[in-house]
T-cell receptor, first 112, second 112 residues
Framework: GQQVMQIPQYQHVQEGEDFTTYCNSS?????IQWYKQRPGGHPVFLIQ?????EVKKQKRLTFQFGEAKKNSSLHITATQTTDVGTYFC????????????FGTGTRLKVLA | DADVTQTPRNRITKTGKRIMLECSQT?????MYWYRQDPGLGLRLIYY???????NKGEISDGYSVSRQAQAKFSLSLESAIPNQTALYFC???????????FGPGTRLTVL
């Protein structure tokens, strides 16, 4: 079954509000990736986190990898209508075969 | 990315029919993947291939088969389609050193 869960499943925000999605794994991860899928589009890579406790920023987006490497978050400051889409995390297990497990995704809608 | 193409983009078929979805890439990557996307379930891995002679089952391989005809081509077959295989199918590629997955535009399959 699904081993990487994301919350919330949906989020509606007013433009200018902040947004956060959380990703939780039942097993320790080697690294974690984040993807964005625009409506009607395909997933596009945003970033990869590798180190325990790592924090990376891309303009208004802040990504964190938990100390135990079992959870991660994506925070968007002051959302814009261009942020609309579904955000997925994808975790690579610390042991086993080299394949990523995708989270269930968080669909973000931004109201102008 | 235009470097990863999928054909057809849309397909409507009937229960029991054999269907092949094709994926081609010009990125020169060794690793290729087939995912299925259903609302609320995220992306689930069907099959993956790390090189031409390597084929591996993913989370949900039952009812599907694949063929890696060349480094650049990876096809997915449904031997006898059933309605619960109605979904959006994505092909992806990756380079081992980067891990980033590049997705094709997707194939929307409807099985009646």
């Amino acid at each position: 079954g699904q081993q990487v869960m994301q919350i919330p499943q949906y989020q509606h925000v007013q433009e200018g509000e902040d947004f956060t999605t959380y990703c939780n794994s039942s097993t320790t991860l080697s690294n974690i990736q984040w993807y964005k899928q625009r409506p009607g589009g395909h997933p596009v890579f945003l970033i990869q986190l590798v180190k325990s406790g790592e924090v990376k920023k891309q303009k208004r987006l802040t990504f964190q990898f938990g100390e135990a490497k079992k959870n991660s978050s994506l925070h968007i400051t002051a959302t814009q209508t261009t942020d609309v889409g579904t955000y997925f995390c994808a975790g690579l297990r610390a042991s086993g075969t080299y394949k990523y497990i995708f989270g269930t995704g968080t669909r973000l809608k931004v109201l102008a | 990315d235009a470097d990863v193409t999928q054909t057809p983009r849309n397909r409507i078929t009937k229960t029991g029919k054999r269907i092949m979805l094709e994926c081609s890439q010009t990125k020169g990557h060794d690793r290729m993947y087939w995912y299925r996307q259903d609302p609320g379930l995220g992306l689930r891995l069907i099959y993956y291939s790390f090189d031409v002679k390597d084929i591996n089952k993913g989370e949900i391989s039952d009812g599907y088969s694949v063929s890696r005809q060349a480094q650049a081509k990876f096809s997915l077959s449904l031997e006898s389609a059933i309605p619960n295989q109605t979904a959006l199918y994505f092909c992806a590629t990756s380079d081992f050193s980067l891990g980033t997955q590049y997705f094709g535009p997707g194939t929307r399959l409807t099985v009646l």
